[in-house]
């Protein structure tokens, strides 16, 4: 058993999954990415590339980012591939495949899903093992993200909550001198139209593996569709790109209007 309490030797990958310290792995991972944070506050930008390159390369890394796959609501959703990591052994082994030097993801699979206005949201699905691949850059990107983000941002964020959305509001109306209107908007078909060369320049990740997934295309119909623009919704990494993208965008200050 080696210091991340993963037994090691020729076991059976089956038995070598049911056998992981998680609390020991998470515990690991969570270093590194406290690490990561430390050098931002510390302006060491070298150094936090480096310890995100560690931190992909560590094998605890790589075996949380298979287990976020197979544990989230998309678990029994497989991509063009048809491909699913339902069994310890596939787990194990895709933990293995991971962050390799010939990684090229495959095409998203194109899914609709209903919306109130009886429209359809698109959907790009990626394979369970390009799920992982992401998942595994978003735990070295998480930190930088979390560090930079805008303090009014709520959405797709870690330990946020519609409640801590609810109460920012509350503290920013509820003095003497707040705003006296409130405007709501929407960004119609955000991630659709995020432009890829600001995400490549201002998404701290690694460039090429961002770059293959936000122009990896898709499948629909059995006929291949090429992307020029945005990033797919279904994609892991998804969410905190588009934060990135969004960031600024909401003032914590209130605007009296009138």
């Not at 998804?238 to 969004?246: D, G, V, Y």
């Not at 909401?250 to 200050?253: A, D, G, M, T």
């Given at each position: 058993m080696n210091a991340l309490g993963?037994?090691?030797?020729?076991?059976?990958?089956?038995a070598l999954w049911s056998t992981i310290d998680w609390t020991r792995?998470?515990?690991?991972v969570s270093r590194l990415q406290a690490r990561i944070v430390k050098a931002i506050k510390a302006g060491q930008w070298h150094r936090v590339r480096s310890l995100q390159r560690l931190l992909v390369n560590s094998f605890a890394a790589k075996l949380l980012a298979v287990k976020r796959v197979c544990s989230n609501r998309g678990k029994r959703t497989a991509g063009v591939d048809g491909v699913v990591l339902d069994t310890p052994e596939a787990r194990w082994r895709q933990a293995q495949r991971l962050n390799a030097k010939d990684y090229v993801p495959q095409p998203l699979r194109r899914s609709y899903v209903p919306k109130k206005n009886g429209k359809r949201r698109p959907l790009g699905i990626p394979t369970q093992a390009d799920r992982a691949e992401q998942a595994l850059e978003l735990l070295a990107l998480d930190p930088v993200a979390e560090h930079l983000a805008d303090t009014c941002s709520?959405?797709?964020?870690k330990e946020r909550s519609t409640q801590d959305a609810m109460a920012g509001c509350f503290l920013s109306l509820c003095r003497r001198h707040s705003a006296e209107w409130i405007?709501?908007?929407?960004?119609?078909?955000c991630f659709d139209e995020l432009p890829h060369d600001w995400l490549l320049d201002h998404v701290p990740t690694h460039k090429g593996k961002l770059r293959a997934w936000l122009k990896?295309?898709?499948?629909?119909r059995g006929v291949f569709h090429p992307i020029t623009g945005g990033t797919p919704q279904g994609g892991i990494i998804?969410?905190?790109?588009?934060?990135?993208?969004?960031d600024g965008l909401?003032?914590?200050?209130s605007l009296k209007v009138g």
């Open positions: 993963v037994i090691e030797g020729p076991q059976d990958a089956a792995i998470n515990r690991h709520h959405g797709f964020r405007l709501e908007g929407d960004i119609r078909g990896v295309g898709f499948m629909e998804s969410p905190t790109a588009a934060n990135r993208a969004l909401v003032s914590c200050h």
